[in-house]
């Protein structure tokens, strides 16, 4: 199904369809992905020289062995960490600007995002509790409980209520309420705990263990082919709510699919890695002007491949390499990519 960027809702950037140059273009990011997947294996305070990563690789001496317990132990399972969190937010805010109709919504619209964060502030804030692997696998859990709370208490809202734009407007109250809770927690806490939540609301990818990344890996997993099954849908969505229903789409159900793997996607990002800006958001805007299509079938493996691509580039930023110090992630995304997003769509109106 041809679907012409001029008949879309998201018509802030009239680009028609151009399909044969796609191929090409989801080769071209998969390339991107890789390199700078083995860019940040090597780079950070400690670089590794290419050849000796490539022998690490491959399992060859070589010659400092410290260097192979630094790619195994902890650079591989960041990267593969952020690979993870970029291609999940970036499929579910992909999926949050379909539903919604609406090019400023991301990941975190319902509200997943402050739940996750009540659930974290509870622990950090009212126990203080974060104490090696155990104190940061019981944030993750916390997280994620915060997170499914909210989501099943929208699922049932959904049952109810028919229009997308009310559930988006119901979404951002129950996430002032859950700021509003976190906040009088923030007012009531001592200064050490108010320094550990406030490095969780930096966000890292380093912040999951080998021992959780299956975990995490499969959350993403189930959230990422929940969301390939529903490009049809959105392309349908796209062309309107009379249009859907005609083709004989149930909405109803479709929402609640769409609601379903968001909550997995951006609640397991939350949960494992912290509130993570900007990707979810930009990522979907960038596809659609590479692509210059509104395909989900072609969108959904770009949104991937980009997402990650993005994460990877943030994360090795975020180690300034050659030095000690580490920047808040969070910063990072926001400060590079906002101005990227702007000079693009700038561009096109001028």
């Not at 400690?46 to 790619?71: C, E, F, K, S």
């Not at 083709?247 to 990002?269: D, E, F, H, Y």
């Amino acid at each position: 199904m041809k679907i012409p960027y001029s008949t879309t809702p998201l018509t802030f950037l009239p680009w028609p369809t151009v399909r044969w140059r796609s191929p090409s273009l989801l080769l071209v990011l998969g390339l991107v992905w890789g390199g700078l997947f083995f860019l940040n294996l090597g780079l950070g305070s400690t670089t590794i020289p290419w050849d000796q990563l490539l022998a690490i690789a491959l399992g060859r001496p070589v010659d400092n062995p410290v260097w192979a317990n630094i790619v195994w132990q902890l650079r591989l399972p960041r990267a593969i960490a952020a690979t993870f969190a970029g291609a999940a937010l970036s499929i579910s805010g992909l999926q949050m600007q379909t539903l919604f109709n609406n090019p400023l919504a991301g990941p975190f619209v319902l509200g997943i995002n402050s739940g996750a964060s009540l659930g974290v502030a509870i622990v950090l804030l009212g126990t203080g509790f974060m104490g090696g692997v155990l104190g940061t696998l019981s944030v993750a859990m916390a997280a994620s409980l915060g997170a499914v709370a909210v989501f099943l208490l929208i699922l049932a809202i959904a049952r109810r209520v028919p229009h997308n734009s009310t559930l988006l407007i119901l979404g951002l109250m129950l996430g002032y309420v859950s700021n509003a809770l976190v906040t009088l927690l923030l007012h009531f806490s001592p200064a050490e705990a108010l320094r550990l939540y406030l490095s969780w609301t930096f966000g890292s990818f380093a912040a999951i263990h080998r021992e959780q990344l299956p975990i995490f890996i499969t959350l993403i997993l189930a959230g990422g082919l929940l969301a390939f099954f529903q490009a049809k849908p959105l392309n349908a969505l796209l062309l309107g709510k009379q249009y859907a229903e005609s083709v004989g789409l149930n909405l109803r159900a479709t929402r609640r699919q769409i609601i379903a793997s968001t909550a997995l996607l951006a609640g397991s990002v939350t949960a494992f890695c912290g509130p993570i800006s900007f990707i979810g958001i930009a990522v979907p805007h960038l596809c659609r002007g590479l692509l210059k299509t509104v395909d989900h079938r072609l969108l959904v493996p770009a949104v991937t491949l980009l997402g990650a691509s993005l994460a990877l580039l943030a994360d090795i930023i975020v180690q300034l390499p050659g030095s000690e110090l580490t920047l808040p992630l969070n910063a990072v995304t926001a400060m590079f990519g906002a101005p990227i997003i702007i000079i693009l769509i700038l561009r096109r109106h001028s």
